[in-house]
C-alpha cells in the first residue's frame, strides 16, 4: 500500500512537473514570437529611418567619441565631401542605433572645417547653427557647408559627442562672388564715367569761359 501511495505521489509530481514545463515553453514559445515580431518591426523602423537620412537633402552627421575622430554620415554628407574618407560601411552591430542607419563612416582626414564645430559641441556643449564652414576636398576643389551641430548629453548632462548637419552652399557662395565682382566693376564703371563727366564738364566751362573772352574782345575791338 505504501509502495502503490508513493508510486502515486511520484506520478502525480511528476504529471505537475511535466504540465508546469509545457507551461513555460508555451511562455517562452509566446515570448520568442514576440521578440521576433519586434526584431521585424525594429528593423522596419530602421530601413524606414535610414531611407529618411538618405533622402533628406542634407547632410547628417555623428560622433559618439567627444573628439570626433570617427564619424558617421549619410549618403548626402558623403557627397558634400566627396567621400574622401568613406570607409566600413557596414557598422558592427554593437555600434549606436544612429550609427547603422547614417551607412558611411568617415574618419581620419575628415575637413576641419566640420570637425571644429563637432569638437566644440562634443567635447564643451556649444551648440552650433548655421556655421559657414569651407571643406578642402580630395581633388583640391573646395566646397562651403552652412553647418550646425549639438552635443549629445549622457545621464549626467556631460557632453559625450554631436549631431551635426550640413547644406551645401557652394553654389550660393560662387553667386555672392560674382555678385559682389558684378557691384565692384560697376562701382568701377560709376567711377570712371562720374569722371569722364567731370572732364567734360571742366571742358565745357573752359570752353564758355573762353567764348566769354572771345565775345568781350570782339566787342572791345
Known amino acids: 500500500g505504501e509502495l502503490l501511495g508513493a508510486l502515486v505521489a511520484s506520478a502525480v509530481r511528476n504529471a505537475r512537473y511535466t504540465s508546469d514545463l509545457q507551461a513555460e ?3 517562452r514559445r509566446i515570448a520568442e ?6 526584431v521585424k518591426s525594429q528593423s522596419a523602423r530602421v530601413q524606414e529611418l535610414k531611407t529618411v ?19 558617421w554620415g549619410n ?5 558634400q565631401v566627396g567621400a574622401v574618407d568613406m570607409a566600413d560601411p ?13 551607412d558611411i563612416r568617415m574618419t581620419g ?11 566644440r559641441a562634443a567635447r564643451e556643449g556649444i551648440a552650433t547653427h548655421n556655421e559657414e564652414v569651407e571643406c578642402m576636398l580630395a581633388d583640391g576643389t573646395r566646397t562651403w557647408l552652412s553647418f550646425s551641430a549639438t552635443p549629445v548629453l549622457d545621464e549626467h548632462g556631460t557632453p559625450r559627442g554631436a549631431v551635426g548637419a550640413s547644406l551645401d552652399i557652394t553654389r550660393i557662395k560662387a553667386f555672392e562672388a560674382d555678385l559682389l565682382q558684378h557691384k565692384e566693376e560697376l562701382e568701377d564703371e560709376v567711377h570712371e564715367r562720374t569722371r569722364a563727366l567731370v ?6 566751362r573752359e570752353m564758355e569761359r573762353m567764348a566769354t573772352i572771345g565775345t568781350l574782345s570782339a566787342g572791345l575791338g
Open 75 to 79: 549618403a548626402e554628407a558623403s557627397r
Open 33 to 38: 514570437e514576440r521578440l521576433n515580431q519586434l
Open 53 to 71: 537620412m538618405n533622402t533628406v537633402p542634407a547632410g547628417v552627421w555623428l560622433s559618439e567619441d567627444p573628439e570626433c575622430e570617427s564619424m
Open 90 to 102: 557596414t557598422p558592427p552591430l554593437s555600434e549606436h542605433e544612429l550609427g547603422r542607419i547614417l
Open 109 to 119: 582626414n575628415c575637413s576641419e572645417g566640420i570637425v571644429t564645430p563637432m569638437r
Open 25 to 27: 515553453l508555451h511562455r
Open 199 to 204: 572732364e567734360t564738364h571742366q571742358r565745357l
